[in-house]
T-cell receptor
């Protein structure tokens, strides 16, 4: 039941933008986004509920298209601190959360 | 401080020697879950629990057991560990009631090596 994330990895220069996609084969109730620094626990970024809402967190925002069962995470004007692995977690309405395979983001000076 | 704790943080053991990884949360969360993280495979769910005495299998439950006798604790038991269970394990918890905007909190992780 894992959602599929793409791309698997991306390298950016500081100031560039990136989009990370998350898709599911099941109808979704919500999508969660987390960031994990190497060797640490994942840290919460945001939750999006069905209804197509968009959320924002500084220069990081996300959208949720429930018809396509997809969510996208947008990172604009990337900073070195954005480096890490990004996970989407999907919820199908049963309160259980399944996480994707992750997208490794590297921001270089 | 609101947190999820796991012990031990690092463990090296041998094949077949039973072990338990403890997980505890102090936020009165109903939902608790165990994940394993392996390179290229992301976070895969092992077991989860919606409340005391209510547990269910995730995607990769083989070789693991759990129990939920108290709300705050959710131990992961490996009765006969094998080398393919070498992994980084995360416990997580989440508040379920009322608001749907409930983030999931993760423990610091337990790195397990089975020789």
């Amino acid at each position: 039941q894992q959602p599929v994330q793409s791309p698997q990895a991306v390298i950016l220069r500081e100031g560039e933008d990136a989009v990370i996609n998350c898709s599911s084969s099941k109808a979704l109730y919500s999508v969660h986004w987390y960031r994990q620094k190497h060797g640490e626990a994942p840290v919460f970024l945001m939750i999006l509920l069905k209804g197509g809402e968009q959320k924002g967190h500084d220069k990081i925002s996300a959208s949720f298209n429930e018809k396509k069962q997809q969510s996208s995470l947008y990172l604009t004007a990337s900073q070195l601190s954005y480096s890490g692995t990004y996970f989407c977690g999907t919820e199908t309405g049963a309160n259980n959360l399944f996480f994707g395979t992750g997208t490794r983001l590297t921001v270089i000076p | 401080e609101a947190q999820v704790t796991q012990n031990p943080r690092y463990l090296i053991t041998v094949t077949g020697k039973k072990l338990t990884v403890t997980c505890s949360q102090n936020m009165n969360h109903e939902y608790m879950s165990w994940y394993r993280q392996d390179p290229g495979l992301g976070l895969r769910q092992i077991y989860y629990s919606m409340n005391v005495e209510v547990t269910d299998k995730g995607d990769v439950p083989e070789g693991y057991k759990v129990s939920r006798k108290e709300k705050r604790n959710f131990p992961l038991i490996l009765e006969s560990p094998s080398p393919n269970q070498t992994s980084l394990y995360f416990c997580a918890s989440r508040y379920l009631a009322t608001s749907p905007y409930n983030e999931q909190f993760f423990g610091p992780g337990t790195r397990l090596t089975v020789l």
